[in-house]
């Protein structure tokens, strides 16, 4: 979404398939842009096998590794799509008593503009600014290494602000026609595995 580098109340990494996530937050909370980062994820089926313990307890272990210090860690462990992401973090983040006015949220590139609207739809007071490693995309693809898997995941995000927002869990966001003419030549390319 290219917001610029805000200063925050709290980092939230959500869960999935990218450890990116929780380099990302480890970074950003050693430039100081946030005092504390909340990890959050349980399973989906896409993450089973790459992380058995959940995402969030796989992220915490790689933030660590990274030299984040472990009081500067929260994990929330159940979340198992973008919306329970932030109700849970929300919830836990309400029972630690920490009051919070700003968040980053820290996700897959491509998740940015679906976790942003459904960050504004769920937890409206909050000012919301999105990041992720400054990836290309062949970088990326690599980092993951599994290009069918990043291809897959690509085509299910666009479909996912509609369908999330028709639904009501995320706010509405414009998709250029130029996005819709790709989803559709990946979709009948047979990239469908992450469609809803």
């Not at 968040?103 to 769920?122: F, H, I, N």
């Not at 559709?184 to 992450?194: C, M």
């Amino acid at each position: 979404m290219h917001h610029p580098a805000m200063t925050t109340d709290i980092g939230i990494g959500l869960g999935s398939h990218d450890l990116g996530v929780a380099t990302c937050a480890a970074q950003l909370l050693a430039a100081g842009r946030f005092p504390c980062i909340v990890l959050t994820g349980a399973n989906a089926p896409s993450t089973i096998e790459r992380f058995p313990r959940g995402e969030a307890v796989h992220y915490r272990e790689h933030a660590l590794s990274l030299g984040v210090p472990d009081t500067a860690i929260l994990v929330e462990p159940r979340a198992r799509n973008t919306g329970e992401n932030i109700t849970l973090t929300r919830e836990l983040l309400a029972e630690r008593g920490i009051e919070v006015a700003s968040v980053t949220l820290m996700s897959r590139p491509y998740q940015q503009r679906r976790a942003y609207a459904t960050c504004r739809k769920l937890w409206p007071e909050v000012d919301v600014w999105c990041a992720s490693l400054p990836l290309a995309l062949d970088e990326y693809v690599a980092s993951i290494g599994d290009a069918d898997r990043v291809v897959n995941m690509l085509v299910g995000d666009p479909q996912r602000i509609d369908v999330y927002a028709a639904k009501g869990f995320a706010i509405p966001q414009d998709i250029p026609g130029k996005v819709r003419v790709a989803f559709q030549r990946l979709v009948d390319a047979g990239y469908t595995t992450r469609l809803v």
